[in-house]
């Protein structure tokens, strides 16, 4: 007697048969006849740059007033194609990995963009103290005790190194100058000889033997080598890495020093203005001390083959009173709105994201959204760009100094929210019925000096951030010591008489070209007049 299949079972009556089959049978069954024709899915997701509809107007673009007869109209335009931040499947394509000698710069420049302090230890070492006598305990007091604990040892950890960093190189500049010394004194001695009497007097006072400070010479050899090419400022700023790469000298070759050689002026830049407190430790050693560039890091331009200049000396020529105020956050035109800011989105519950639906706010603790923590709810650290002047004619442009993952923000675009500007480069923003504009003009941040790309490698995206509309700019993927450029948008271009000057197939210049055929009396001029020159000079 046949026995019934089981509740949980699902079956079916075969063809042409009493038996029974069973679901799983079958998919394993279908499985194995189509495997080549039925690929396994993957699981799609996403990042920070969301493909979902939000409250806010993301699918619209910028709102682009009509221009009026005889005015350009050049307003700056969000992207409405948005992508996922995680990279497609490369199939099975072998990826380069960096070098150890791309490892160590970028290590610095980590270093030199990060929140370290290089407090003298001394000081540093007196308020360590005063936390000694903390008890274990679960309440919030003994939690911040502990953390601030762990903040000054993390301090001095890293204050030390650095110390030992100069001394060690500055070691060897000693025992070379021994060297020579020795050398005039005692003539007679070979080089060889010279070097081991020089030797022996450092074992005796460091209680080492000579196969011990003969290895360690060989590391510290290494560190005199990066301070001669790249400053002193390598050797502060380096990290663990550091030890690594000079015992085994891989990669360690003229292709470090040639670069180390050339990102010094830049490297100082950084190090001067985001921590002016870091040649304090050069006194350890009786080195000068003195901020050679003060101010904020983007009050310099760096240049490939020059020392950094000025903000201001770029824009001497066309603009002697050129002033830029540098802003952490937008400021309202009083004129024009007063108090009420035009970027409040009404209808937005301002708790909550529009995006992830987490809680968002400005304390670090209590805020749960992560869509852009570089910007909102989280504590910040120097975004690592750098104003550079480039080599084709654009003036200013802003580079990259660490690798900028792909749907990371690079920063909020940020100046004067005012309204009715003509004649000049802003960002237009807004919905239909109440429209805004953000002027870099005098005041903003670094992403005034991001150039146009008809291929970028940036764009914009609007964001609510508690119940305010934000333009920030959003990284496609770039590397390390890549421009950053972004799409200026065909509202920018239209009507205006000036060349693009990207480089790439460039979209805007074939639209140029196909007018000059159809529409020649448009293209009379042959240079734009000063008035368009100043504009042109001044968007970058």
């Known amino acids: 007697m046949a026995s019934n299949p089981s509740p949980a079972q699902s079956v079916e009556r075969g063809p042409d048969s009493n038996t029974y089959l069973s679901e799983s049978s079958r998919v394993t069954e279908g499985h194995s006849n189509n495997s080549d024709s039925h690929p396994k899915k993957r699981r799609k997701t996403t990042g920070g740059l969301r493909v979902e509809e939000s409250s806010i107007e993301t699918s619209v673009g910028v709102v682009s007033p009509t221009p009026s007869a005889g005015t350009t109209a050049r307003q700056l335009k969000t992207q409405v194609r948005e992508f996922p931040q995680r990279k497609k499947n490369n199939n099975g394509v072998h990826e380069l990995q960096p ?22 230890i001394t000081t540093t070492l007196e308020s360590t103290l005063d936390w000694m006598g903390i ?11 502990v953390n601030s604990l762990c903040l000054n040892i993390t301090k001095m950890s890293r204050c030390s190194r650095a110390l030992e ?45 000579e196969k011990e400070l003969r290895n360690k010479f060989a590391i510290w050899y290494g560190y005199k080598e990066i301070k001669d090419a790249g400053g002193w400022v390598c050797l502060v700023f380096a990290g663990p890495g550091i030890y690594r790469l000079c015992k085994y000298r891989v990669g360690f070759s003229k292709n470090l020093v040639t670069r180390l050689a050339k990102l010094r002026p830049s490297l100082e830049v950084a190090a001067d203005t985001i921590h002016p407190e870091w040649r304090k430790l050069m006194d350890i050693i009786g080195q000068d001390s003195q901020i050679v560039y003060q101010g904020h890091p983007h ?4 240049c ?9 000396s770029t824009y001497a020529q066309w603009f002697p009173d050129f002033n830029f105020t540098h802003l952490e956050q937008s400021l309202l035109d009083p004129k024009v709105w007063r108090s009420n800011d035009p970027r409040r989105l009404p209808g937005v519950n301002a708790a909550f994201c529009s995006d992830c639906g987490y809680f968002q706010s400005d304390n670090v603790s209590a805020n749960e959204c992560r869509c852009f923590p570089e910007l909102f709810g989280s504590c910040k650290t120097p975004t690592p760009v750098q104003v550079f002047r480039t080599a084709v004619g654009k003036n200013n442009g802003l580079i990259a100094r660490c690798k900028l993952p792909r749907g990371s923000a690079i920063g909020e675009f940020i100046g ?23 002027y870099q003009g005098q005041m903003g941040n670094y992403t005034r000096f991001i150039n146009h790309s008809c291929a970028p490698n940036s764009q914009f995206r609007k964001f609510s951030w508690c119940g305010s509309e934000r333009i920030i700019m959003v990284s496609r993927g770039i590397d390390a010591g890549d421009e950053i450029t972004v799409d200026y948008s065909h509202e920018y271009w239209d009507g205006l008489d000036k060349v693009c000057l990207c480089g790439e197939l460039c979209s805007v210049l074939k639209k140029k070209v196909m007018n000059a055929f159809i529409f020649p009396p448009c293209v009379a001029k042959v240079s734009p007049s000063p008035k368009q020159l100043h504009i042109s000079l001044h968007s970058h």
């Open 416 to 438: 004067l929210i005012t309204s009715g500007m003509s004649e000049t480069d802003v960002m237009q923003s807004g919905s239909k019925d109440l429209q805004y504009q953000i």
């Open 304 to 312: 490939e083959s020059a020392e950094p200049v000025s903000l201001k």
């Open 99 to 120: 070098s150890s000698v791309d490892k160590f710069i970028d290590g610095v420049w980590k270093q030199v963009f990060s929140s370290v302090e290089l407090a003298p």
């Open 165 to 209: 960093n100069i001394v060690q190189a500055y070691w060897v500049d000693c025992y070379e100058a021994r060297i020579k010394a020795i050398g005039s004194e005692k003539p007679f001695l070979s080089k060889t000889e010279t070097k081991m009497c020089a030797l022996r007097e450092a074992c005796s006072i460091l209680k080492w033997s």
């Open 299 to 302: 009050d310099w331009v760096v």
């Open 135 to 145: 008890s274990r305990g679960s309440d919030v007091e003994s939690f911040r005790a």
